[in-house]
């Protein structure tokens, strides 16, 4: 949850700073594309884990806002220099990369003990 959370966090930020629309358009079709399988992933887990639908909730919420706080923090940094940029799409890259390694396909392909 806390690693799918900051990579979209991350990925906020990256569209945020996006200063053309091409790329910001590019961006928001590449975030949309992997949200729906990223979100049925963390509820799956989320429901193994918690029990209780008011906690699964919350949690989920909680993921959902994720993405529109990075577009405002993104938003209020798109001021700044180009490196912002590149260093906030470097972590939104590398946080995927990261989930997706450690987190979904360890879990995924992991047998049953």
Known sequence: MIALAMHATFEGIACGLIGTWPSLINLMI???IHKAAETMSLAISLQ???KDFSTLLKLM???SCATPFGV???IILEQ???IVEIIFTSLAGGT???VSCSELIVE???LPG
Do not use: D, N
Request: charged fraction near 15%; glycine fraction near 4%; proline fraction near 0%.
């Open 30 to 32: 590449a975030i949309f």
């Open 48 to 50: 193994r884990t918690f």
């Open 61 to 63: 919420i909680l993921f």
């Open 72 to 74: 405002t923090v993104g």
């Open 80 to 82: 700044s220099s180009k």
């Open 96 to 98: 995927f990369i990261y």
């Open 108 to 110: 995924e392909f992991s």
